[in-house]
């Protein structure tokens, strides 16, 4: 799957689940959950014990699915995560060695920004997204919303406070897609492998990203 082919699955789908867990076997229990339910990407944080094991044993046994790195936050975790198979790679902040030598590798990076200033830095040294992030704490959708006329053709993910109850309103506000972390796997359902709930949780989210571009498109 090239750089093409990853970013615009990114798009279509519109989600990406951020996979936060405390053990790799939950991890790769919350990957597979999302997956079967639609869903098939997966940002696995670089917090979670074993992380870059469970990218490279993801890349063994699913390699159609779009597993990336996340909370990358220095040059040896982005050349370790590439390594192992991740499709992409983010941060949770403005790191522009870690966004050239992605653009370098030609694969899909998206740093987390929060102000114009990072936002334009980001998308002039060539990133795939950016991820505004946490873009609830300068109001969530309004923000978006706000970003979009100065930046029309900036592709925007969404992420930081993104729940069931605003995930439309992202959309219906300009961004490209949701980062969406316990709201989607959650620590909870994970730790009971509760795969009903996991595929519960991933319908809505999915149903509100429809909903919102239909009536974007309407």
Known sequence: MNK????????????????????TEDALFAVNAVADSGIPIAEITMTTPGAIQVIAELARTRPELIVGAGTVVDMEAARRCLGAGAKFLSSPGL??????????????????????????????????????????????????RALRSPFPNIRLIASGGVIQGNAADFILA?????????????????????????????????????????????
């Not at 093409?4 to 053990?23: D, K, L, N």
């Not at 899909?108 to 990133?127: M, Q, R």
């Not at 795969?195 to 509100?208: Q, T």
Request: proline share 5%; hydrophobic share 50%.
């Open 95 to 144: 790191d522009m060695e870690i966004v050239e030598f992605a653009v370098k590798q030609n694969v899909v990076v998206f740093p987390g920004a929060l102000t114009p200033s990072e936002i334009l830095a980001a998308w002039k040294a060539g990133s795939t997204f950016v991820k505004v992030f946490p873009c609830s704490l300068l109001g969530g959708p309004s923000y978006i």
């Open 174 to 218: 300009g961004a490209a897609a949701l980062g969406v972390g316990r709201d989607l796997v959650s620590p909870e359902a994970v730790r009971r492998r509760e795969l009903d709930w996991i595929g519960e949780l991933a319908g809505r989210f999915l149903k509100s990203v429809k909903h919102a571009r239909a009536q974007m498109a309407g």
């Open 4 to 23: 093409e082919q990853v970013r615009a699955c990114i798009e279509e789908i519109g989600i990406v689940p951020a996979v936060r867990v405390s053990s």
